[in-house]
């Protein structure tokens, strides 16, 4: 009984050291400029005209806000892709 066990405790060991390494986190490379913030628009509104360009800047820089999310949705997307690609069963 004691030789089964030292040898089934032995046989454990020997094969713990087979597993898998260290686990490796990885994530897809977003350019700097798409992490910056966009600045709110700097524009006195004294006039109703000026208040009109301050919704116009406001409006753009939104827009420019949603294409730099879109532009990262875009590349996790593309990345999870190569990812599953690489895992999935061939």
Do not use: H, W
């Not at 087979?18 to 600045?39: K, R």
């Not at 820089?61 to 895992?87: C, D």
């Amino acid at each position: 009984m004691a030789k089964t066990l030292t040898c089934l405790i032995g046989c454990l060991m020997f094969l713990s050291a087979c597993g898998p390494g260290q686990t490796q986190l990885i994530s897809p490379p977003i350019p700097n400029e798409l992490l910056a913030p966009v600045p709110a628009p700097a524009r006195d509104a004294r006039t109703l005209r000026d208040l009109g360009l301050l919704v116009v800047d406001y409006d753009e820089a939104l827009s420019a806000a949603n294409s730099r999310i879109e532009a990262i949705a875009e590349i996790v997307t593309r990345f999870k892709a190569r990812i599953a690609a690489a895992i999935s069963p061939r």
